[in-house]
């Protein structure tokens, strides 16, 4: 237990031991060792770093924003010089491989970068004379705290990338509740924040259950919340700060589906299926768990995808040759090694079963190869819900039109995506489908950091989605300003009109 972390809150710039006594464990994923004991702090450590927050705002706020970017820039240079060192830090504690993590860390980077146009983003508008005599200018203000609730499976692209920068850069601060699963990428990451020369308090990490993170919702310094989790989680967040009166954009689970056309070129198509179903082990909200292909082709397809995946190395996250790392813990293990089980109840046919892999050297890590099942059908469960591990379910369609309907009837609409070669399907795809990022011949459609991450039903409660301009409107209020001077002979007059004028 001597090369066990115990992780500690940083709060109003330093790190401090929290007086908690629950913890819990975080694991290395491809060893399957404890790495971290992680505190479950207290309500008072979080009202403590809410307070902290709050402290730091007004200086925060009224700091130019051109001076504010400016640690941004600095923040990039740095993640890009720990780039190496950031990366190895997502794969060991989240299990992602070694590109993908660089991704992940690539992504933070992405929207620090996007973070630095705040200059030009928060520029507002003015109209001389909007009414004889009277100018009107619109000003965007940064609101004050908010809280940020993260997932274990980016630890450095949502807080760090969706989140904090956008959300400092706008003037404001934040209190994020890290993952208890993976809390070391961000407080590394916030150290880099300190290095560049963000102020005490601007940014506080923490990790707790949700019993503390529900002070978030209801306490009255806290503006808004920005959540990424579970759909039942995201409604109770929505529903209940809403509530209190705050701002909240909650995204949440997905089973996106692909619909796979007869002239969809098959090779490529099923070397981008594999990529977007198994990569980053499934867990991700804009991972491809469902395609949907027309029977003519089904077979072929079928036969193409597991012939890949047959070939995708599984190993350890750090070794750069593996394509394939672990689950983030044996509990999501057994979650989805659960789900394939209950797909096979329900009729499916096995292509392809990870469940039994070892990986050699490392038996104890929490490895599941791709799973492929055939013939899955709507009414399966393992078909409508979010199962996020290396799964592939397998719908078959006669036409175009079958497959669309079946795909809008999920209750999710994060990502969609068409294989085809036909221009009139692809636009008819677009412009039909619910989902809300939409990929034509690319699996995974995540748009860049100056388009907002746009889901739709079930997996999007809010109306500001993150990143592009919702994410700077999101963070900021706007305050309109009518101005009007008096000549002469107004200022001795000694009435005015019903509406002052502004008619």
């Given at each position: 237990m001597s090369d066990v972390t115990k992780i500690m809150p940083f709060i109003n710039g330093s790190y401090v031991e929290s007086k908690t006594t629950k913890y819990t464990e975080a694991y290395n994923p491809s060893t399957g060792e404890v790495t971290a004991m992680v505190p479950c702090c207290t309500e008072e450590e979080v009202e403590t770093a809410i307070a902290s927050a709050k402290a730091a705002f007004p200086g925060w706020s009224s700091t130019p924003v051109i001076r504010r970017v400016q640690i941004l820039y600095k923040v990039r240079e740095l993640i890009i010089e720990h780039m190496d060192e950031l990366t190895e830090l997502v794969a060991r504690e989240n299990g992602k491989n070694w590109s993908e993590a660089q991704g992940d860390v690539l992504k933070a980077k992405e929207g620090t970068e996007h973070a630095i146009s705040a200059p030009n983003l928060m520029k507002g508008e003015s109209l001389m004379d909007a009414s004889s005599g009277y100018d009107t200018v619109l000003y965007h203000e940064p609101l004050g705290v908010f809280a940020g609730i993260v997932p274990y499976n980016f630890p450095a692209m949502i807080p760090?990338?969706?989140?904090?920068?956008?959300?400092?850069?706008?003037?404001?601060?934040?209190?994020?509740?890290?993952?208890?699963?993976?809390?070391?990428?961000?407080?590394?990451?916030?150290?880099?924040?300190?290095?560049?020369?963000?102020?005490?308090?601007?940014?506080?990490?923490?990790?707790c259950s949700r019993v503390e993170a529900e002070i978030f919702l209801k306490h009255p310094d806290i503006k808004g919340v920005s959540f990424v989790g579970s759909t039942s989680v995201g409604l109770h967040i929505y529903t209940t700060a809403a509530a209190n009166g705050k701002r909240v954009q909650a995204l949440c689970e997905a089973k996106n589906h692909a619909l796979v056309l007869n002239d969809a070129a098959i090779n490529r198509t099923a070397a981008g299926i594999v990529n977007s179903a198994f990569g980053c082990a499934g867990q991700r909200c804009m991972a491809l768990p469902t395609i949907v292909v027309q029977e003519d082709i089904a077979d072929e397809?079928?036969?193409?995808?597991?012939?890949?995946?047959?070939?995708?190395?599984?190993?350890?996250?750090?070794?750069?040759?593996?394509?394939?790392?672990?689950?983030?813990?044996?509990?999501?293990?057994?979650?989805?090694?659960?789900?394939?089980?209950?797909?096979?109840?329900?009729?499916?046919?096995?292509?392809?079963?990870?469940?039994?892999?070892?990986?050699?050297?490392?038996?104890?890590?929490?490895?599941?190869?791709?799973?492929?099942?055939?013939?899955?059908?709507?009414?399966?469960?393992?078909?409508?819900?979010?199962?996020?591990?290396?799964?592939?379910?397998?719908?078959?369609?006669?036409?175009?039109?079958?497959?669309?309907?079946?795909?809008?009837?999920?209750?999710?609409?994060?990502?969609?995506?068409?294989?085809?070669?036909?221009?009139?399907?692809?636009?008819?795809?677009?412009?039909?489908?619910?989902?809300?990022?939409?990929?034509?011949?690319?699996?995974?459609?995540?748009?860049?950091?100056?388009?907002?991450?746009?889901?739709?039903?079930?997996?999007?409660?809010?109306?500001?989605?993150?990143?592009?301009?919702?994410?700077?409107?999101?963070?900021?209020?706007?305050?309109?300003?009518?101005?009007?001077?008096?000549?002469?002979?107004?200022?001795?007059?000694?009435?005015?009109?019903?509406?002052?004028?502004?008619?």
């Open positions: 760090m990338g969706w989140m904090i920068p956008t959300c400092i850069a706008t003037g404001n601060t934040i209190v994020v509740k890290a993952s208890s699963f993976t809390p070391r990428t961000v407080l590394r990451m916030v150290e880099l924040y300190k290095e560049a020369g963000l102020p005490d308090g601007v940014i506080n990490i923490l990790t397809l079928v036969d193409a995808i597991k012939r890949i995946a047959n070939g995708l190395k599984v190993g350890p996250a750090y070794d750069k040759s593996t394509a394939l790392g672990p689950v983030v813990n044996a509990a999501q293990k057994e979650s989805v090694s659960n789900w394939i089980q209950k797909g096979i109840d329900e009729g499916a046919t096995v292509v392809l079963d990870g469940r039994d892999i070892v990986v050699e050297g490392f038996e104890k890590g929490f490895y599941l190869g791709p799973t492929i099942l055939d013939h899955v059908t709507d009414e399966m469960t393992v078909g409508t819900n979010e199962i996020f591990g290396p799964v592939l379910c397998i719908k078959r369609v006669k036409t175009f039109e079958e497959g669309l309907a079946l795909m809008n009837a999920n209750p999710f609409a994060n990502g969609s995506v068409i294989y085809t070669q036909s221009g009139y399907y692809s636009r008819e795809f677009m412009r039909h489908t619910d989902g809300g990022m939409v990929g034509i011949n690319v699996g995974i459609p995540v748009p860049v950091g100056m388009f907002p991450f746009s889901g739709h039903k079930n997996s999007f409660f809010g109306d500001l989605h993150c990143l592009g301009k919702d994410g700077y409107r999101f963070y900021t209020e706007t305050k309109v300003v009518t101005t009007h001077w008096f000549d002469e002979h107004e200022a001795k007059q000694t009435k005015t009109s019903t509406w002052d004028g502004t008619i």
